[in-house]
């Protein structure tokens, strides 16, 4: 059987593109203007998944998600917005929702597919997801092999833009995989790290990395899933809530400012949690000018 | 004076030719008929007292006193006080038949020349009466003498206390003279005739006044006319009994003044003149019009950014209608397919400006830390290196080693690396680019990133910090680069500037160490 999607958002064209769109990718598509209209269809009938504009008149998208996950706990809901995903991050952390799909201009028509259909089918983790071409994989099994795989995979990159941005991303999450994955080290006691630390026998670090016409992508797995989406929510929230100086609350804290400064300088940061099983961090980067702009906040968290 | 100072003189002129004045004496206590006959031959005037205390019932004036040696024998307190108060003006001498009858006490005050003394043997010898013409005759002299040396010390008094008063009045008159040069603006005094009673040297060299003496001169004379005629009105103003002050902004040789003159009036009430005050504004007005600007640049961008915001929704769906309009078998070719080819690029083209300005006006300050100048820098130019422009282009590194910046490196390198491409193209990929580190008398870090291409058009050195300045062609640059470098360097609490001559074009950021505002 078909899934079911409602779409939610006060832009009839927006509606029509949804519902066509996601019509064509094989969904039964149903549409509200507003929260109001939404919740009438939520009790005519059941849905898979919800998908919502933020800023709509009358309620918000954020409140309709807040009443939809009383009332029906079980619809999975996501948010999607055309504004900038930052100003949103302490709505995020206040009302617990970890995934917010942008409208880019070109309209990434790919990624809100990717992202809906992982959404539906829970199926979320693999960089094949969200990459159409070849996949390499490396594996870490101690610590002092992160640099040589920063540098294979930064080598192996086409472009310098490329480079730049996933060299910074790409050292704070390996380092988080093994330090805070698998080795569960206090991110306040850096100064006691040792290096050269071996993972336990049947654990590794898993890093997929691919690229296709318009993207490269890398993923990184670790193999016990304690990250979680409100540490992650916490962390982003304080980097972006400013205080009356004007800086970011969390300039100095002693770790989260990483994981902010990851998602910053790469195009797509998505975070995939299977509590205590596995995290995965996904990370991509587009060709220079392609869906530049608003990136979507996206933290899975099964 | 005193009033007892004898108006008496005896026989000044033995020859006779000059007057002759009754003197009056006092005899005190002396029964001596000898004495006194003596006395009356010699025209003297004598008044008879037996005691010392009679004396203060003399109401005339009386020019010499002559006293028994016995009354001062044992003499009382008031006695004695008596009679020193009536030597300080009148001789006063001792009758006594030899000295050896005098006391001890009285032998001290002959001695001490409080008391003449007088002997028995020289009444007897008929010497008395030269010998009191001597005393009185004395008299004179020393009390011409004692007036002459108090006119004297009068006088040395007089001098010490002008030259005293005239130190106080030159110093006062430096104090003022230090006031009136130290004042850091032109200052200028004229009296109700127009005549400058006072001009500072600051008035002189803010006018371009040569350095001559011009108090005692008409204003008109001497000050340019935009001066000169606001002088004029306020001098009409203050003999017209007006009291007010106002304030005027004066355009001269390309420089803003600001003049106010003030009315001056005597302790009395009257009308002294005016004061007027002449202040150089320029550089105030420079920065004022410069924050002005600022403040409106910054209006513009929220404004701009809020625009920006709102067209981020109809544009990604226009973009997403031509998108999937583009996968319709009608707009395989043709001109609709051009057209929705040209709506989707034109699309594109709209979201690129909305994106560059959001991140513009967007402040991410929440990845500051400190980094190491040389090790941003370095890092700068790697990227560079990739660009084809550089491979001719000589680089000199100057960096004074240890030294900090404080913000968010990403937007470090976006900064410097904007500089650098713009000095690569401003050279035409040939020449030499010099970066140097130093550490900033402002206590921060100073990077010049200079390059020795053309230089900047004077006409465009104020633009191009504006944003959407640019003099690229249509296409190679949106204009914001230098703007977004501003902008990052003033938030991350520091400032640029740029200085250009043909072959020397200098970008210098200063930036400080730690989290806070530098400049």
């Known amino acids: 059987m078909n899934k079911t999607i409602l779409v939610v958002d006060d832009e009839e064209d927006l509606l029509d593109i949804m519902h066509d769109f996601l019509t064509e990718e094989g969904y039964s598509v149903h549409v509200a203007l507003n929260a109001e209209q939404a919740l009438a269809k939520l009790s005519q009938q059941s849905f898979d998944l919800m998908v919502s504009d933020i800023n709509m008149p009358g309620k918000k998208g954020y409140e309709l998600c807040a009443i939809v996950k009383k009332e029906y706990p079980l619809l999975t809901t996501a948010l999607m917005t055309a504004y900038d995903v930052r100003d949103y991050i302490s709505m995020a952390k206040e009302f617990d929702i970890g995934n917010i799909i942008t409208k880019t201009t070109p309209f990434n028509f790919d990624e809100v597919g990717a992202l809906i259909a992982t959404l539906l089918s829970k199926n979320v983790f693999g960089l094949a997801r969200y990459v159409n071409g070849k996949i390499n994989t490396l594996r870490i099994k101690n610590s002092d092999e992160i640099e040589a795989v920063m540098h294979k995979i930064l080598d192996w990159m086409q472009s310098e833009r490329d480079r730049r941005k996933f060299r910074a991303a790409l050292g704070e999450i390996l380092i988080n995989a093994v330090y805070y994955g698998a080795q569960n080290e206090r991110g306040d006691r850096k100064d006691v790290w040792k290096s050269n630390v071996d993972l336990a026998p049947h654990e590794e670090i898993v890093i997929s990395y691919g690229c296709d016409g318009e993207k490269v992508g890398v993923a990184v797995t670790d193999q016990r899933g304690r990250l979680t989406k409100k540490d992650v929510l916490y962390w982003l929230e304080r980097n972006t809530t400013r205080g009356e100086d004007g800086l970011a609350v969390g300039l100095f804290d002693e770790h989260g400012r990483g994981l902010y400064i990851s998602r910053e300088s790469i195009d797509r940061f998505i975070v995939n949690i299977k509590p205590t099983i596995t995290t995965e961090v996904v990370m991509l980067n587009y060709s220079e000018g392609l869906y530049d702009g608003s990136r979507p906040l996206w933290i899975y968290e099964m | ?519």
Request: a negative charge; one cysteine or more.
């Open chain 2, 1 to 519: 004076m005193s009033t007892r100072i004898p108006k008496i003189l005896v026989e000044s002129h033995p020859t006779g030719v000059g007057h002759v004045y009754i003197a009056d004496i006092l005899m005190i206590g002396i029964n001596c008929p000898r004495l006194k006959s003596s006395l009356d031959d010699n025209v003297y005037h004598v008044i008879p007292l037996s005691t010392i205390a009679e004396i203060a019932t003399v109401t005339h004036a009386f020019g010499l006193v002559l006293l028994n040696a016995a009354l001062v024998i044992d003499p009382s307190e008031a006695d004695i006080e008596q009679l020193y108060f009536l030597s300080d003006a009148t001789p006063l001498v001792v009758y006594a038949e030899s000295l050896n009858d005098l006391s001890p006490h009285a032998r001290n005050l002959i001695t001490d020349g409080t008391f003449e003394w007088v002997s028995g043997y020289e009444i007897d010898a008929g010497l008395l009466r030269a010998r009191i013409d001597k005393v009185l005759l004395n008299h004179r002299i020393n009390g011409t003498f004692v007036q002459q040396q108090e006119v004297a010390r009068e006088k040395v008094r007089l001098e010490e206390e002008l030259v005293v008063k005239n130190l106080l009045v030159e110093k006062e008159r430096d104090v003022s003279e230090s006031i009136i040069a130290s004042v850091g603006s032109g200052l200028l005094i004229v009296d109700i005739e127009g005549t400058i009673i006072l001009i500072n040297s600051h008035t002189q060299t803010l006018l371009g006044l040569s350095p001559l003496g011009y108090v005692g001169l008409l204003f008109d004379a001497v000050l340019p006319e935009a001066f000169a005629d606001y002088i004029r009105v306020c001098l009409k103003k203050c003999n017209d009994k007006e009291s007010h002050s106002d304030l005027k902004r004066i355009s001269f040789n390309g420089f803003i003044y600001q003049i106010a003159a003030y009315k001056m009036t005597q302790k009395n009430g009257s009308n002294r003149g005016l004061l007027v005050f002449i202040h150089d504004i320029s550089e105030q007005e420079k920065l004022a019009s410069q924050l002005y600007h600022n403040e409106k640049l910054a209006t513009i961008g929220t404004m701009l950014s809020g625009i920006a915001h709102e067209l981020r929704n109809p544009l990604s769906i226009i973009s997403a209608r031509v998108q999937r309009a583009r996968m319709s078998p009608l707009a395989e070719s043709g001109p609709i397919a051009k057209a929705f080819e040209s709506i989707e690029n034109q699309s594109h083209r709209c979201s690129t400006i909305v994106n560059s300005l959001l991140n513009f006006s967007r402040t991410s300050s929440s990845s500051y830390a400190l980094h190491d100048a040389a090790a941003v820098l370095d890092e700068t130019l790697t990227y560079s290196a990739y660009q084809n422009s550089f491979d001719t282009i000589e680089i000199i590194k100057h960096y004074t080693p240890g030294l900090s910046i404080f913000g968010d490196r990403s937007r470090f390198v976006q900064v410097f690396l904007n500089i650098i491409t713009n000095a690569a193209d401003a050279m035409n990929g040939k020449g030499v680019l010099t970066i140097s580190i130093v550490q900033s008398s402002l206590g921060g870090t100073r990077i010049e990133i200079e390059d020795n291409g053309p230089g900047i058009p004077h006409e465009v050195m104020s633009k191009i910090f504006d944003p959407f300045f640019t003099t690229k062609d249509p296409g190679k640059g949106t204009g914001l680069g230098l703007a977004i470098c501003q902008k990052v360097i003033v938030e991350s609490g520091g400032a640029i500037v740029c200085s250009s001559v043909p072959g020397r074009t200098v970008f210098t950021s200063t930036l400080p160490t730690y989290a806070g505002r530098l400049i």
